[in-house]
């Protein structure tokens, strides 16, 4: 039986708010591309080389962040960036212009209620962005909710290892990690099943390799 959000969420001792998130990413935002660029960067690249060779496909990312993902898309997608966080978005702001990127527009917009239609986009693309949020599930239903029919589901993250004994040292650090700007103790099982997402596959990224794609495609 699916997991509720409510039942997902109490599987961590963090509480972690709008607002909470708001301050930690005022905080990180002028050292974020420093700490999180070169060693996340392996998987940004390989996740949007697996949207694959589409004309031109509307894309909807998830966290924005500071931009790092602008550059990689192709000149003919139609990207759509979101984020909760303004001085995350100002960075973002200043790349897209710096770099000319006219396919990419960005949005201030709160990813657990996203203001779009259904069935808007072709990818829908949350890259280390799912244990930010305060509630994961409900972001992922809205990701499930945009994407079109047939459409593609990306999201890249770390998640709750299997090993029981890493396992236990990932929930015991969160109240630690969310200081950092993630949790570390997301299930991946729990979230695809309450969001009703079938993963067609998971892959994992970086070096080392403690963080995962998950390709799903929303069925029709």
Known sequence: MPFSSSQVERTSPVAVTTGFVTRVYAKLSPVYDLV???????????????????????????????????????????????????????????????ERLHHVRLLQMDAEHLRFPDNTFDIVYAPYTISVVPDAVRVAREMRRVCKAGGMILILNHFLSPNGVLARVERAISPLTVHAGFRSDLDLRDLLASADLTPASIEAMNMPPLWQLVTCIKAG
């Open 36 to 98: 999180f660029g070169r060693i996340l960067q392996p998987g940004r690249v390989t996740a949007v080389a697996r949207m694959g060779p589409s004309r031109s496909p509307t894309v909807l990312e998830v966290g924005v962040g500071t931009g790092l993902n602008a550059p990689l898309y192709p000149p003919h997608f139609r990207v759509t960036g979101i984020d909760i966080s303004a001085d995350m978005l100002d960075k973002a702001h200043e790349r897209v212009a710096r």
